[in-house]
């Protein structure tokens, strides 16, 4: 407060407030406040760009899902080789059909899982012997199934249900009739085998393309081993 030294009634007069925050203060500080958003936000954008970028952990070599794509593809080959044989051959018209479904089902399945080894930095070639990936798991029990007679004795390179090169030939040199009959007879072996791969590796892999193709083989080969016993019938032939 303040009094006037002059005479006469004395004036009073208040001392001003105290200044409020200044405009600028408080625009200062609403600026820093949006650059630490800014910032956070920038933070949080080029983890999950980094996270995108890097996807999630590939299978490893020695993994279920590696071990599946190499041995089914294996699997597939003789497959499409003994169906194009066949459907060279054939002169009956529904195995010509199959036999040229099977090459390209398999065919396509193959290149599918080539490109994920390849996109997960792995060879297409193994370096052990085939089905490492199904040893001391529950797994194994896929193959209880199966005619002991498919299932490769320890060290063979041969898989489930494959053929033996023997009977690979005998498709190039028996009569059109009887190789479609030991087509049929072999190829229902051939995905018995396929199927309990498949199932083995639902069992032992998260993976999510190995998962949707184990679980397409499965069910497009046990339509397939119903729709070949059926055709076996009609020829007066059974699964052998």
Do not use: C
């Not at 002059?6 to 208040?14: L, R």
């Not at 299932?151 to 009887?178: C, F, H």
């Not at 049929?184 to 069992?203: F, Y």
């Not at 081993?225 to 055709?231: A, H, Q, R």
């Amino acid at each position: 407060m303040v009094v006037s030294g002059e005479a006469g009634p004395a004036e009073v007069t208040q001392d001003p407030e105290p200044d409020e925050p200044s405009r600028e203060f408080w625009l200062s500080g609403r600026v820093l406040i949006r650059m630490a958003i800014g910032a956070l936000v920038l933070l949080v954008a080029t983890l999950l760009l980094v996270t995108y970028i890097q996807g999630p952990a590939k299978p490893a070599d020695n993994s279920a899902a590696a071990g599946f794509a190499r041995d089914m593809i294996d699997h597939h080959a003789q497959a499409v080789d003994m169906a194009t044989i066949v459907q060279r051959r054939t002169q009956d018209e529904d195995v010509r059909y199959l036999t040229t479904d099977m090459a390209l089902t398999q065919s396509n399945q193959m290149g599918q899982m080539q490109g994920w080894l390849n996109v997960w930095g792995l060879t297409v070639g193994r370096s052990g012997a085939p089905m490492e990936w199904m040893e001391g798991h529950e797994a194994e029990h896929e193959l209880a199934g199966l005619d002991p007679e498919d299932i490769p004795e320890a060290g063979s390179s041969l898989m489930p249900g494959m053929a033996t090169q023997a009977d690979v030939n005998k498709l190039r040199t028996l009569p059109t009739g009887e190789a479609d009959v030991l087509f049929l007879q072999l190829m229902i072996k051939h995905h018995r085998g396929g199927v309990s791969m498949a199932q083995a590796a639902l069992k032992l892999t998260d993976e999510p393309v190995a998962v949707n193709l184990a679980q397409t083989i499965v069910k497009a080969q046990q339509s397939e081993i119903d729709l070949m016993e059926n055709m076996l019938a009609e020829r007066g032939a059974e699964a052998s």
